[in-house]
């Protein structure tokens, strides 16, 4: 069986992708421009057989989304910025006690409430450093409604591999744009099931294997397991121990290290021979991605990269996609939030200038190609 | 996982269509009934909308890019079609139309100089005449059709019923008919 195409709303793909994924519990409390994905999981859990609850507000609904992953079920929310920053302790938790879950954040205008209308990309720094301390982070950021399908799919089985929390950002304008959608027969979508502990005695909560996972205690199969924020030992008590907590810690963070290549996911476009190398995610990426074409039209030397997984940063891809650039733009809906990374990453040369737009209007191909002309007139 | 393009291919032809006016007024549906009416003949596009945090008023445009290039730019960065239905929705577009773009308003909208392309129709006396002021952006669907050729009016009458309630199927053709009268005589 092949792919069928049908003409889908970002939110409509996003639910429809969940629920091919295996979820099957969603607890949320509607926000523009989100609410779709809401409506929609409330009409197809039933069906399917899971189970939907709106929540009094975000905190209680991340909350019950790590419940039901706890008890098995693959899970998700859905918010906007407002609710992602109330979800933040939460998230950290779910990091914490290593929950798979899947958040689902669509970006609009902010600070507080903004513009709950129109799209922006003013919370790429949140997924990464919203919630208090060191914590492995997972964020993907797809700039289509098919991208949308297959990316939630991709949140799904992450957050399942790795036994951790998974944000998918994307914005209004692909929220709510219609397009064709091809959906893979249900034999096609790949979600790793859950690493179960195997019922044998001495059973460790969190002692990991090789691969940085611990394997997770299925409720009724008879093991002790203590679940807490704390930080916690193997056997998941609360520790004081100096020696104890850097080993935990750091196999908490390395697990994203051992399991990067598949987590790294990009996307270039012309960069063989860059001059100007422009680096945009989501929509952005698609207004980038005219104004490189129609550059390389007129002999500017430009190229695009798209990081698709924006946590953790693909820092080797973007320094082989700039071999050859003497100057990177980084167009995104925000006062300069990736950028920052992208300098990070760049370091001194060839220099890496920001180009941001926070009036609630989207990127146009336009302004970021005179933005390119400009560097490679200087470059 | 990376996935690469050796060159920016030229991008595919496009069309960029813009309904603009108010929010109530349909615009979304309309530009949906458009996509799908597109879809009903085989071809492709986007449909994106823009609103303001009122279920009544505000600006509101939705757009349709037709292209058969899916990663695409999906948005309108300049206007070849605008469909006005009233005045904010004209003027807050007025900046984006082509030279040679088809602009199709209601005969209530003040505009611009006025070129070939320029048609002011009775929109909203229509389909208050074909009964109910809520039906004119079918008729200014209907209207279009038959200006641009753009697609077939079954495809559009195909469309309208696949996406609105039964209920108000016939009212619904019945405006997209009267808008197809309309300008007919202009496409000529």
Not at chain 1, 274 to 293: H, N, P, S
């Amino acid at each position: 069986m092949t792919a069928r195409l049908t003409a889908l709303h970002g939110n409509h793909a996003c639910a429809l992708a969940a629920v091919a994924a295996g979820c099957r519990f969603f607890a949320g409390y509607p926000i523009t421009p989100s609410s779709e994905i809401a409506e929609h999981m409330s009409h197809a859990l039933p069906r399917a057989g899971g189970v939907f609850v709106q929540m009094e507000d975000e905190i209680a609904s991340i909350a019950a989304v790590i419940g039901a992953s706890l008890g098995g079920m693959r899970a998700m929310t859905a918010t906007s910025g407002p609710g992602f920053s109330l979800m933040q302790e939460n998230i950290g938790y779910a990091a914490m006690t290593e929950v798979p879950c899947v958040v689902i954040d669509v970006m609009r205008g902010g600070p507080s409430t903004g513009m709950p209308t129109r799209p922006a990309q003013g919370d790429v720094m949140q997924a990464r450093f919203g919630s208090h301390g060191d914590r492995p982070v997972v964020a993907l950021a797809p700039a289509s409604v098919q991208e949308i399908y297959t990316e939630t799919i991709r949140a799904f089985d992450l957050a399942e591999r790795l036994r951790t929390p998974v944000t998918v950002l994307y914005d209004q304008v692909i929220a709510q744009l219609l397009e064709s959608v091809a959906i893979p027969p249900p034999e096609a979508v790949k979600v790793a099931a859950r690493k179960w502990a195997n019922g044998a005695g001495g059973f460790q909560p969190y002692a990991a294997d090789d691969d940085g996972v611990p394997a997770m205690a299925r409720p009724g199969d008879g093991h002790r397991v203590h679940t807490t924020g704390l930080t916690h030992a193997e056997s998941g008590f609360p520790t004081q121990s100096p020696a104890v907590a850097d080993r935990m810690m750091r196999r908490l963070l390395g697990k994203i290290d051992l399991h990067l290549a598949g987590i790294e996911k990009t996307e270039t476009l012309a960069t063989e021979d860059a001059e100007v190398l422009v680096v945009a995610y989501g929509i952005t990426a698609r207004a980038a991605r005219r104004a490189v074409t129609e550059l390389r039209r007129d002999g500017v030397k430009a190229g695009l990269f798209r990081p698709v997984t924006v946590w953790p940063f693909p820092e080797r891809a973007l320094l082989r996609a700039a071999e050859t650039a003497r100057a990177v733009l980084v167009p995104e809906m925000n006062a300069g939030q990736l950028v920052l990374e992208v300098q990070r990453v760049i370091g001194r040369a060839p220099p890496v200038r920001p180009l941001g737009r926070i009036d609630g209007e989207p990127m146009t191909p336009g302004e970021i190609a005179a933005a390119v002309r400009e560097l490679a007139r200087h470059a | 996982m990376t996935r690469s393009t050796p060159q920016g291919r030229p991008a595919a032809d496009r069309l960029e269509i813009r309904l603009a006016g108010s929010g109530g007024q349909g615009l979304i549906l309309g530009a949906r009934i458009l996509f799908e009416a597109l879809a009903v003949e085989g071809r492709r596009a986007s449909q994106s909308q823009s609103y303001e945090p009122t279920s009544r008023g505000g600006f509101c445009h939705s757009d349709v890019v037709v292209t058969e290039d899916l990663s695409d730019f999906p948005l309108v960065t300049g206007l070849d079609v605008l469909i006005a239905l009233d005045q904010v929705g004209y003027d807050r577009s007025a900046g984006l139309i082509k030279p040679d773009a088809l602009v199709l308003v209601d005969e209530s909208i003040a505009t611009g100089p006025a070129g070939g392309r320029l048609h002011r129709l009775p929109i909203a006396a229509r389909a208050v005449a074909t009964g109910s002021p809520r039906i004119a952006n079918m008729v200014a669907l209907g209207a279009f059709v038959a200006l641009s050729g753009l697609c077939g009016p079954e495809a559009l009458a195909e469309a309208i019923r696949r996406e609105t309630p039964e209920k108000f199927a016939d009212l619904n053709l019945a405006a997209a008919r009267a808008g197809l009268s309309l300008a007919e005589p202009l496409a000529a």
